[in-house]
């Protein structure tokens, strides 16, 4: 699954197009480099993106494209950060 995609079901980030924009704009990393919006990832990758001085660092658990609002939270386990 493209990780702006990843980022939009799993309600980190709301919207594609957003997620997208913090992909181009280096703000989005998976497993340590700079992600591109079309950048595949697996289970087991971790993220972390970057919100001004925030940060959130999370691994993925599920990349299951059917998704429910409730089930949003168990695509993936939060590594560290405050969200």
Known sequence: MRIDKFLKL??????RSVAA???EGGRIEVNGRVAKPSKDVKVGDVVR???GSDS???EI????????KQSAE???RIVEGDR
């Open 49 to 51: 993106v970057s919100f």
């Open 61 to 68: 658990l599920n990349v299951d494209e059917r998704q429910t």
């Open 10 to 15: 799993s309600r980190v980030i709301k919207r």
């Open 74 to 76: 168990t695509m993936y």
């Open 56 to 58: 959130l660092c999370f």
């Open 21 to 23: 924009e913090a992909c």
